[in-house]
Every structure is written in structure tokens, then in C-alpha cells.
């Protein structure tokens, strides 16, 4: 029971500090729309969305369980979840259950691309389902606060400034994470990486897509994917450091061309 109220705890603090921020934020597919301001009366919308994605994702496994990889564009996967207004909802509402729907559908995506039995495909599929709901759940209890006007007080983090210093602080976040995790902390490290991708990484994405829209999409994946989730199995420090300075270079590569399109504007005017 106590272990049931310190997760729901989070859960409401987490749903707290994510709608809070939602009137500010601009997300990796844009403007998050105005929905997420009015969830409750959205919720049956955002339950007709869950049930076609699991329509939808259960038919590129038939497809796969039919024909094979070669009959299948896994990328559909990654266009459908982020093709519905579900996809802002939970990411505003509660980022650590966003980014296990992440890691579901990326799971089933990689199952096929790399030609795994079916009975791998499925389990993937079934951790996909499980975040759903348990997404579905998060951004009901989210529409439940936001009409109590419970989290009118809940701020966003404060912005470090330009974008170039937000990376720099982004990394320092991530030294943060490989140090907790060489505590032997996962959860804190969690903690950290959500925290960041949230406050900080994802006031850079609308920027950083027009300048290189596939690094934006390996930094989500390695925000809410890989790094999570080796967290979470508490892999070896070296694995968790090599993990890090991948996501550092990247991070270095979009301050580069962030600070040269910020010239570029400078130079026009």
C-alpha cells in the first residue's frame, strides 16, 4: 500500500509540473494544442485514439506475421503515434509513462526490423498496450486536477537563457545522471533524465527540427528510450557513460548548428 501512494505521488507531482509547463511549451511535433487545456472533456477523444492505435499496430504485426519484414514499413509505427492528439496529452500530463510508450512501440519496431519471431513481436506489442492505458489512466487523474484547479501553482524550471546555454546545461544534467547512477540511485537518475527532457530539451526540438530533423528524433529515442531504460535495468556504469557521451556529442552537433542559424539571423538583420 505504501509502495501503491509514493508511485501515485509522483504520478500527481510529475502531472503537476507537466501541465504546467503546457502553455509555454512548443513539442517535438509542433504547437501541443489547445486540447491539453480542456483534457476532460477530450478524454473520450483521447480513448477512441488509444483504441485505434492498438487497431492500428496490431495490424502491422499481422501484416508482419503474414509476410514478413519485407512486407512491413515499421516506420508507420513511429507516424501513427505521432499523428494523434493522445501523443500531447500524455506528454504534457506525465512524461515517465510517455516515454515507456516510447520504449513499447520502439520495442516492436526493432522486433520486426530485425526479423524476431513472432511471439517477441507480441510481447513487445504488449508492453505498447499496457502504456497506453496506463497513459490513458495518467492523463484522466491529470484532467481530474486540472478542473480542481489544483495545479495553478505548479512552475516550469527556469530557463538557463539562450539555446546554446540550455545544451551546456543539459549536459551538465546528464553528468548528473551517470554520477546517480554510479550511486547505485536508478530512480533519481530517472528522474533527472525525464526533469531535463521535459524542461529543457523540449523547448529546443521546434528549432532544432528545421536544422536537422533526424538528430531531433535520435535524441528523443535516447531521452525516453535508451537511456531510461538502461537505468532501469541498472546496466554497468560503463555502459551508462557510453550512453551519455553519445547523447553529449549529439547534443554538441545541435548546439553547432543552432549557434550557426542564430548567426545566420544575426547576419540578416
Request: hydrophobic residues 40%; without cysteine.
Amino acid at each position: 500500500m505504501q509502495r501503491i501512494y509514493k508511485t501515485s505521488q509522483r504520478m500527481v507531482a510529475g502531472i503537476a509540473m507537466g501541465l504546467a509547463v503546457a502553455s509555454t511549451s512548443v513539442y517535438a511535433n509542433g504547437p501541443i494544442g489547445e486540447h491539453v487545456h480542456q483534457l476532460q472533456q477530450h478524454i473520450p477523444h483521447y480513448s477512441e485514439e488509444v483504441d485505434m492505435l492498438i487497431r492500428q499496430v496490431d495490424e502491422v504485426i499481422a501484416t508482419y506475421a503474414d509476410k514478413g519484414k519485407q512486407g512491413v514499413q515499421s516506420d508507420v509505427l513511429i507516424d501513427y503515434w505521432e499523428a494523434v492528439d493522445f501523443h500531447a496529452a500524455i506528454e504534457t500530463s506525465y512524461v515517465p509513462v510517455y516515454a515507456l510508450i516510447w520504449q513499447g512501440l520502439f520495442g516492436v519496431k526493432d522486433a520486426i526490423e530485425k526479423g524476431k519471431a513472432l511471439q517477441q513481436v507480441r510481447q513487445q506489442q504488449r508492453l505498447f498496450e499496457t502504456s497506453l492505458w496506463q497513459a490513458l489512466g495518467a492523463v484522466k487523474l491529470a484532467a481530474q486536477y486540472q478542473q480542481q484547479g489544483k495545479l495553478a501553482q505548479a512552475g516550469k524550471e527556469n530557463s538557463p537563457g539562450t539555446a546554446s546555454q540550455t545544451i551546456t546545461e543539459i549536459n551538465h544534467r546528464l553528468d548528473r545522471v551517470v554520477a546517480k547512477a554510479a550511486e547505485k540511485l536508478p530512480q533519481q537518475a530517472i528522474d533527472i533524465v525525464h526533469s531535463t527532457y521535459l524542461n529543457l530539451f523540449e523547448g529546443l526540438e521546434g528549432q532544432l527540427i528545421e536544422q536537422d530533423a533526424s538528430l531531433v528524433e535520435g535524441l528523443e529515442k535516447d531521452f525516453n528510450v535508451t537511456l531510461p531504460v538502461a537505468l532501469k535495468e541498472q546496466a554497468d556504469i560503463t555502459i551508462i557513460r557510453q550512453i551519455v557521451t553519445q547523447m553529449q556529442t549529439k547534443l554538441n552537433q545541435a548546439q553547432g548548428l543552432l549557434n550557426k542559424a542564430e548567426k545566420s539571423t544575426r547576419d540578416v538583420f
